[in-house]
């Protein structure tokens, strides 16, 4: 018998052997599901059925990886098992042992992924494709069991194959050898891995391992040589400000004072709203250290809110000051020092010097409109709505000038002045109807008129703001201009401007509400999940070109394609995203490659990556441009894992192109997003959420990590929206704000479990996120709906 069937009938046995240790999950009995206290408490004799002949190999292989690219690993797993059970000898057989164990360790059962990817290994032939993956996930497995030393040697062996991704090797290798206690090599192998990977962030923090280690090595002077690479890495400036102190502190400690003040300085000069640059300055200035001027340890300290410190080193810089505008900055920032200190009388007179030094400079205005809130913090609301007033006659062209009107409606409205509010904003918007504040207002006596019964004011309004603006604030004005037209009688009127509305920013929530004030049905054709042929993708070429020039021609991303790839082949997900949008930082602002990696990032099956890059294209597009093309707006509104989210929203009676403009909001199509509260996913569930839906829907081993499993996170949101959906009624609007605010308070905004306005609930909402949020999913929706049939 050969060697090779000697090993087929080994993994036959071995993997036998992994199946029968695995866990088996019964069918539940009758009426255990629900609850059914009927339901018996013995085992029921089942009649054993005729065995069926199991679909063929290639179609159990397709099915299997089909259900490994949304993370049903459990579903991939079954199929892969039936696979090499009944069809040992098929060609697919092979592929089927790598991806069951594979299954395996995606699920975290690394013992017995160990060991099915040892015998892959052992029967596949030497220049397998797989074989430099198993031997990855072999050491991932080592890693895990915690034996450091075998997974130090795996990974040593895959960096010896010189695969593109052989630094990610390197640096977890490192890590392996940095718990055994070996500092040097550890230090060596990040120091490689900083010097070779391709990601910024991914040599940054490499190089901080490698400093730290060989600081702990005894080797800090090396420590300290390897800061001025770290730095040419450091440009956000929370990070750079982190890492100059820690290498200030260092060079400190090594006696090299000229490096450490020289981080310093740039601590305070170029990051001085930083935490670390106070303390820079403190060091400073106890060395007597002549670059810092008083003025610049004002300024730090104002950032640090170290009220005192500021004004103290702020008196010492104003006399010294001879330039006024300067001189005014310097003496409004002690005023607002001495306000936040409660001093207000001192604080009126510094401000009102650096108002009176430089009048028509920056400093000076915006130390006027200091001087005025600082009036009204101290009591006087009648005198500082006097001089709000007065600021805006004096600067009518001033940027300055709506902040002002604005904050005479918030006085009078905390006066319970509500019509003189009223009219203030009108004022404001009339005047100003392009800027925030002029739009917000506008909108907001636009409501408060149309609430009052007065109509025909609203009306005006909404005009007002939709002829001063253009997009969204102009789909909103005129979609509420039509509702105050209709309620005033005027039909006609109505139905052009809910047209206006549609026109002017379809993908709005205003816009996708006047698509259903006229009856439209959904206008798209592409059906959900088709790809983006050839002609889409030259079209968008050529509308990049058109405004953007065409030469010369970027490369196409391939390497990084690749990269990514490879990682995400060996589940390191995050890594491969990352590889993505490091490319995408590189390519801010150039759109020919913007454009190819939005192309690139769609093909490898990344949405969240490809939407970003599509999204910044779009925005750097003129106004002049032509419309947006096709491929650009089904980049920016994809339609990932179709069969899921359309079998998921069958079973829940929801349009699935709602549940795409809900995931487009909640993750971007990150299947691993999580948020600063804990949510996960694409549907970013709540940890606690999603264990109350797995009871509900009797799923008995969900782990919260499941949550970012595209199966599991479609099955869970659909569900989860479902449900709010009927809770409130059915409307859209109510559901939204139930799933991102929670039902008690979308109750709360409706009074109760019915909606009869949908637009002014909408309003009612208290809560700026939730507001926002069901505005956005609304308007994505519509978006959704014009690009795709349903």
Not at 96 to 116: D, I, N, P, Q
Not at 163 to 192: D, F, S
Request: hydrophobic share 50%.
């Amino acid at each position: 018998m050969s060697r090779a069937s000697l090993l087929r009938i080994g993994a036959a046995l071995a993997l036998a052997a992994t199946l029968a240790g695995c866990e088996v999950v019964s069918a539940p009995l009758p009426g255990a599901a629900t609850g059914d206290p009927a339901a018996p408490s013995a085992p029921t004799v089942v009649p054993v059925l005729a065995p069926t002949t199991p679909p063929p190999a290639p179609v159990l292989l397709q099915r299997a990886l089909a259900a490994r690219a949304i993370g049903d690993d459990a579903a991939a797993g079954d199929d892969l098992s039936a696979l090499i059970m009944a069809y040992p000898e098929a060609a697919e057989a092979l592929e089927a042992r790598y991806y069951l164990a594979e299954s395996f360790a995606r699920r975290g059962r690394w013992t017995s992924a160990a060991e099915l990817l040892r015998t892959f290994r052992d029967i596949a032939p030497a220049d397998h494709r797989l074989q430099a993956p198993a031997l990855f996930w072999i050491a991932r497995a080592a890693e895990s069991a915690g034996d450091h030393a075998a997974a130090v040697a795996a990974y040593q062996a895959y960096r010896a194959l010189a695969t593109p991704i052989e630094p990610y090797a390197a640096a977890r290798q490192a890590a392996q050898e940095q718990v055994l206690g070996q500092a040097g090599a550890a230090a060596a192998n990040y120091l490689h891995a900083a010097r070779t990977l391709v990601v910024r962030g991914e040599r940054a923090g490499s190089f901080e391992k490698a400093i730290a280690l060989l600081q702990q090595d005894g080797r800090p002077s090396e420590a300290l040589d390897l800061y001025a690479e770290l730095l040419l890495l450091a440009d956000e400036p929370d990070y750079r400000a982190r890492i100059l102190a820690d290498g200030a502190a260092l060079a400190t400690s090594l006696g090299r004072a000229d490096q450490a003040t020289a981080w310093q300085l740039e601590l305070v000069t170029r990051l001085a709203a930083t935490p670390q640059a106070a303390t820079a300055a403190d060091q400073l200035l106890a060395a007597g250290n002549p670059e810092i001027g008083a003025a610049q340890a004002g300024r730090v300290y104002f950032a640090a809110e170290r009220w005192a410190d500021a004004v103290a080193w702020l008196d010492q810089a104003i006399p010294q000051e001879v330039e006024p505008d300067a001189g005014a900055e310097l003496r409004r920032l002690r005023g607002l020092a001495l306000r936040a200190q409660g001093d207000f009388a001192g604080a009126q007179a510094a401000l009102a010097e650096a108002a009176a030094l430089s009048p028509n400079g920056a400093a000076g205005r915006q130390a006027q409109l200091d001087w005025v809130q600082t009036i009204g913090q101290a009591g006087e609301t009648e005198r500082a709505i006097q001089g709000y007033q007065e600021f805006a006659t004096a600067y009518p062209d001033d940027p300055l000038a709506p902040v002002a009107l604005d904050r005479v409606a918030q006085l009078r409205e905390r006066l319970g002045d509500g019509e003189g509010a009223l009219q203030a904003r009108l004022e404001l918007g009339q005047r100003y109807p392009a800027s925030v504040e002029g739009q917000t207002a506008l909108h907001t006596a636009g409501l408060a008129l149309l609430q009052a019964g007065r109509a025909a004011e609203a009306r005006a309004a909404w005009q007002a703001l939709a002829d001063g603006n253009t997009g969204p604030q102009r789909a909103r004005g005129a979609y509420w201009a039509g509702r105050a037209a209709r309620a005033s009688g005027d039909h006609a009127a109505a139905l052009e401007l809910f047209a206006a509305a549609r026109a002017a920013a379809p993908a709005s929530y205003e816009g996708a509400r006047a698509a259903d004030e006229l009856g439209e049905a959904s206008a798209g054709s592409t059906p959900i999940g088709a790809p983006i042929d050839e002609a889409r993708w030259a079209e968008l070429a050529a509308w990049v070109a058109g405004w953007a020039g065409a030469s010369p021609a970027p490369a196409p991303p391939d390497a990084i394609a690749t990269r990514a790839a490879l990682l995400d082949e060996v589940g390191l997900a995050d890594e491969a995203l990352a590889e993505w949008l490091d490319a995408l930082t590189a390519a801010s602002g150039r759109p020919l490659e913007l454009a190819l990696i939005a192309r690139g990032a769609h093909e490898a099956g990344l949405p969240y990556a490809a939407l970003l890059a599509a999204d910044e294209l779009a925005a750097l597009a003129p106004p002049t441009a032509p419309a947006q093309p096709v491929a650009l707006r089904r980049l920016i509104f994809p339609t990932p894992y179709p069969e899921l989210v359309r079998r998921e929203a069958a079973e829940r009676g929801l349009d699935p192109l709602l549940l795409y403009a809900l995931f487009r909001q909640e993750s971007l199509f990150n299947p691993n997003a999580t948020s600063w509260v804990g949510a996960r996913g694409l549907a970013q569930v709540m940890p606690e959420t999603g264990q109350g839906i797995a009871q509900n829907l009797g799923v008995s081993d969900f782990a919260l990590d499941d949550l970012y499993r595209p199966a599991v996170s479609v099955r869970f949101g659909a569900f989860y929206l479902g449900r709010r959906i009927e809770d409130m009624g059915g409307s859209v609007q109510a559901a939204l704000a139930a799933y991102n605010g929670g039902l008690g308070n979308a109750q709360r905004w409706a009074g109760g479990n019915y909606v009869a306005d949908p637009d002014l609930f909408t309003e009612t909402i208290d809560f700026p996120e939730t507001k926002g949020y069901v505005r956005a999913v609304y308007g994505f929706w519509g978006a959704y709906k014009d690009l795709y049939a349903r």
